[in-house]
């Protein structure tokens, strides 16, 4: 594993279509976890990616317990999404183990060049591996790299998918440039993450199950409560829909929508590059 470094896990009813046009991020407090001291607000990238490491032999069975099998059908709706447009490359950011790169190859047959990126050595050695093992070898192209300042040129990629990953980006309009500096004029941004369900019984059972049940899970199934917390922290302080449309937006992304999926818990934002 490599030091210093460390971080969090990982939404089909149709609900909204909004199209909003200036915006901030979200602020700051802070947090101290168990075994994984990180402060989801001050944390630094080398704590996230140290943190995703640390649970990265628990992270996809974790992912489909702990979202009771849902994060496939998510996963299957931002592929389908990126059906759309006509592409010949694709970027998943973010990739973690790979699970959406995955369903993106499925879905377009292999006739798409993928490539993942993601920080974590650990979670894409993971991937690599799961692409061996169902023989896919020399279909999805693993890279270590930062979301922030991305090893590719300008206009390279027709899509850029990012899955449960931006809430965990320290810089998210840095990020946001960036992918739409890759972006092809005329490609797609599209970004799924966590949400939170309005307000009312379903809102409260929501919060008591991700900030309290979440991590006891988790440590109950051999994984780190702590890193677990921090991914109902980082839920918890995530602009809300219509406020992630604008700030998609103040990175250069125009016709910036959003779909809210299972009752509020995940949205997909889509952008476009003219
Ligand atoms: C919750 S996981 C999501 C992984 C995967 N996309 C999925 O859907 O399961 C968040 C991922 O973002 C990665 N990550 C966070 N900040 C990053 C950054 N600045 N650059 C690259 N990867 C980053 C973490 O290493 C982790 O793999």
Redesign the pocket.
Known sequence: MKTGRK????GSSLSTISNVSSLTDSPADALVMDKNIVDHKERR?SE??RM?SSIAIHYDLL?HILSFGLDKGW?RKVASETRKTECRKILDV????G??AIELFRQWKGQVHIEA????RE?IEIGRKKINEAGLNGTIFFKE????ALPYKDNQFDVVTI???LR???DRIQ?LKEFYRVTKPGGVFICLEFSQPAHGLFHALYSFYLIKLVPMIAAVLGSDAGAYRYLGMTIKDFPPPRELVRLIESAGWRDVTYLSLTSGIVAMHRGKKY
Do not use: H
């Open positions: 971080a969090v896990p990982s990238a996230v990616d995703f992912n996963r973010c990739t973690g183990t699970d959406t990126i993601d920080f974590s979670l790299s930062n979301a922030e899955t449960f990953g965990n980006i320290m990020a």
